[in-house]
């Protein structure tokens, strides 16, 4: 194929993956929306005023840019899984496992779509927080780089997950019994300073903080973390992950008998 | 002449150890409308998953075109328009988008895929059905599909695995209609089939697979005059109740207006009317009795069998 025709077939399968979500969008990008309203309802005004300040920040403040992540994190991750499952239980996987295109294309054309949902969800949650709480952008690149890789990440880890399911119980234990857990305890609601010490040591081997503290960088300039730790964490579970879902492609496993 | 499609030696043991195929081989030359007939679990829909490589091989090689499916995958697959034998597309996509998407995974860009998707719906009598859901179409029409879709990219080999199971009559004639017509513009055809007429109407060229093997690899036109006799059943204008006598052929009345006659090869059916008719037998009709390959094909399988117990 020529770089050109690759690209056709990238931009095809991003096209269709965005579709897919839009189409259904009550079931895809109105659910976060709700469910991140209701959490600065209650944490934010109810609770939150409580609570008084987090790390000198108002506590609706401190958790805003967690609460982006959290909806990026498990709406990428559940993009990707649930259609590329999908494809392979309707077995319309098949329609690019026969065509010329390269497994590298297949992969980018669903991290790509996950990336969309991750894209149009935070943007969403973004604006509903706008009502709650006065967002200050302190690092726009910071932010917006975050944001992408984290999306990343997670639209390779469901695509993973997608490719070792055999059913439909198979795409949600993971979100339920590690994503779920990983994400509440990633630092959102609280600086891990506030913890005993054996648990803030035993956070720091959660993914999940490395990247609610560097975008919380982005918002409000604090971070329990360095940086360039949680950057160098973020893109080395990308390469991990994007080589060995390479890997389960280039073996057709779960979609080549 | 190029080949379509050679196969060397295929093997083929899945995972939970039971071999598919035995190292079958198999040429196919480019123009050709081929059949691959076999009882089911033969191993036929395995070689097709295989030369589009849905299926793994276990060792053997396939070519399309010259290149091969390995080293040269990506045009070797350019060259393969796959039909496959159970439907395996998005049934929440509208079938207008399911042709212009399998396009792009080939990389033809949007604008040119729409203008084959229409020539196509129109073609295969879809155009009505472009913005329905898959899921609305009836059991016909989604073949139809898998065959538009087939050929989105226009390939120069079509495989098509039992094409026209739980396709009515009519449909399955403007079907091969239709297949007709593509292999005369130069396509190359493969296809399996249960349907012993089916074969014989469409394919210069057939092979025949059991158990992994291929036990038959011949033209259509060689297979026929195997025939040592056929069986015809003759609709008679008068009753009759003596049997006629006509030597060399073995008659037997079903009714009395209903005559079996079993012809050997070297009798022609000349003789077997001038005798009726100089006993004012009157004939409105005839047929064969069962399609004349089907006794051949079942002599062939329990052939196979034998040898298969015998090793
Ligand atoms: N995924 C699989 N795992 C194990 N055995 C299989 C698998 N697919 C097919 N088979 C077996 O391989 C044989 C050939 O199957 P298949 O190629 O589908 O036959 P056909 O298309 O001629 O009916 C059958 O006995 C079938 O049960
Ligand atoms: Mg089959």
């Known amino acids: 194929m020529?770089?050109?025709?690759?690209?056709?077939?990238?931009?095809?399968?991003?096209?269709?993956?965005?579709?897919?979500?839009?189409?259904?969008?009550?079931?895809?990008?109105?659910?976060?929306?709700?469910?991140?309203?209701?959490?600065?309802?209650?944490?934010?005004?109810?609770?939150?005023?409580?609570?008084?300040?987090?790390?000198?920040?108002?506590?609706?403040?401190?958790?805003?840019?967690?609460?982006?992540?959290?909806?990026?994190?498990?709406?990428?991750?559940?993009?990707?899984?649930?259609?590329?499952?999908?494809?392979?239980?309707?077995?319309?996987?098949?329609?690019?496992?026969?065509?010329?295109?390269?497994?590298?294309?297949?992969?980018?054309?669903?991290?790509?779509?996950?990336v969309a949902r991750g894209i149009i969800v935070g943007l969403a949650v973004t604006l509903i927080s706008m009502l709650f709480s006065e967002l200050h952008v302190y690092n726009g690149w910071v932010l917006v780089s975050v944001f992408i890789l984290t999306s990343i990440l997670f639209s390779l880890a469901g695509?993973?997950?997608?490719?070792?399911?055999?059913?439909?119980d198979d795409i949600s234990i993971v979100p339920t019994f590690v994503l779920t857990p990983l994400t509440y305890l990633g630092g959102i609601f609280y600086s891990i300073s506030l913890l005993p010490e054996f648990w803030q040591t035993a956070s720091l081997a959660n993914p999940i903080l490395y990247m609610v503290n560097a975008f919380r960088y982005g918002f409000l300039g604090i971070t329990d973390i360095h940086l360039s730790v949680s950057y160098t964490i973020i893109i080395v579970f990308i390469i991990v992950l994007y080589s060995f879902s390479m890997h389960l492609l280039n073996k057709g496993k779960g979609i080549r008998t | 002449m190029t080949k379509a499609l050679q196969i060397k030696d295929l093997k083929k043991i899945y995972d939970n150890g039971f071999t598919a195929l035995k190292g079958v081989s198999l040429d196919v030359e480019e123009g050709d409308f081929y059949a691959l007939l076999g009882p089911n679990g033969a191993g036929k829909s395995?070689?097709?998953?295989?030369?589009?490589?849905?299926?793994?091989?276990?060792?053997?090689?396939?070519?399309?075109?010259?290149?091969?499916?390995?080293?040269?995958?990506?045009?070797?697959?350019?060259?393969?328009?796959?039909?496959?034998?159970?439907?395996?597309?998005?049934?929440?996509?509208?079938?207008?988008?399911?042709?212009?998407?399998?396009?792009?995974?080939?990389?033809?860009?949007?604008?040119?895929?729409?203008?084959?998707?229409?020539?196509?719906?129109?073609?295969?009598?879809?155009?009505?059905?472009?913005?329905?859901?898959?899921?609305?179409?009836?059991?016909?029409?989604?073949?139809?599909?898998?065959?538009?879709?087939?050929?989105?990219?226009?390939?120069?080999?079509?495989?098509?695995?039992?094409?026209?199971?739980?396709?009515?009559?009519?449909?399955?004639?403007?079907?091969?209609?239709f297949l007709k017509e593509i292999n005369a513009q130069g396509t190359t055809i493969i296809l399996t089939t249960h349907y012993l007429e089916e074969a014989e109407n469409l394919c210069r060229n057939i092979g025949i697979i059991d158990h992994g093997t291929l036990i038959e690899n011949t033209s259509m036109r060689e297979l026929i005059s195997r025939l040592q006799q056929e069986t015809f059943v003759l609709d008679l204008g008068n009753s009759i109740t003596k049997l006629p006598d006509v030597s060399g052929c073995n008659l037997t009345l079903l009714d009395d207006h209903t005559l079996e006659v079993i012809l050997p090869r070297e009798r022609a059916v000349n003789d077997l009317f001038s005798y009726l008719t100089k006993h004012d037998i009157k004939v409105l009709s005839m047929r064969n009795k069962t399609n004349r390959l089907e006794q051949l094909f079942m002599d062939m399988l329990d052939k196979s069998e034998a040898r298969g117990n015998a090793s």
């Open chain 2, 46 to 177: 395995t070689i097709i998953g295989i030369i589009s490589s849905l299926v793994n091989k276990t060792s053997g090689s396939v070519s399309i075109f010259g290149d091969n499916t390995d080293n040269d995958f990506a045009l070797a697959r350019t060259y393969l328009g796959l039909v496959p034998q159970e439907f395996n597309f998005n049934v929440f996509e509208p079938i207008g988008e399911i042709l212009i998407n399998q396009a792009g995974y080939y990389g033809i860009p949007r604008a040119k895929a729409e203008l084959k998707a229409d020539e196509l719906l129109h073609k295969l009598g879809l155009w009505e059905k472009r913005l329905d859901m898959a899921r609305q179409l009836s059991g016909g029409m989604k073949r139809r599909l898998m065959i538009a879709r087939a050929l989105m990219h226009e390939p120069r080999l079509l495989i098509l695995d039992e094409p026209t199971a739980g396709v009515d009559i009519e449909i399955r004639h403007t079907m091969w209609e």
């Open chain 1, 159 to 168: 695509f993973i997950n997608a490719v070792y399911a055999n059913s439909f």
């Open chain 1, 2 to 114: 020529t770089n050109s025709e690759k690209i056709t077939a990238f931009r095809t399968i991003v096209v269709k993956e965005f579709l897919r979500f839009i189409r259904i969008w009550v079931q895809t990008v109105l659910p976060p929306v709700i469910t991140t309203a209701l959490y600065f309802i209650i944490f934010g005004n109810l609770i939150g005023s409580q609570i008084g300040d987090m790390e000198g920040f108002r506590y609706m403040d401190y958790i805003v840019p967690g609460l982006i992540m959290m909806a990026v994190i498990t709406n990428s991750y559940g993009n990707v899984v649930s259609s590329f499952y999908g494809s392979k239980f309707q077995r319309n996987v098949e329609e690019m496992l026969v065509s010329p295109m390269p497994n590298y294309i297949i992969l980018c054309g669903y991290v790509a779509g996950g």
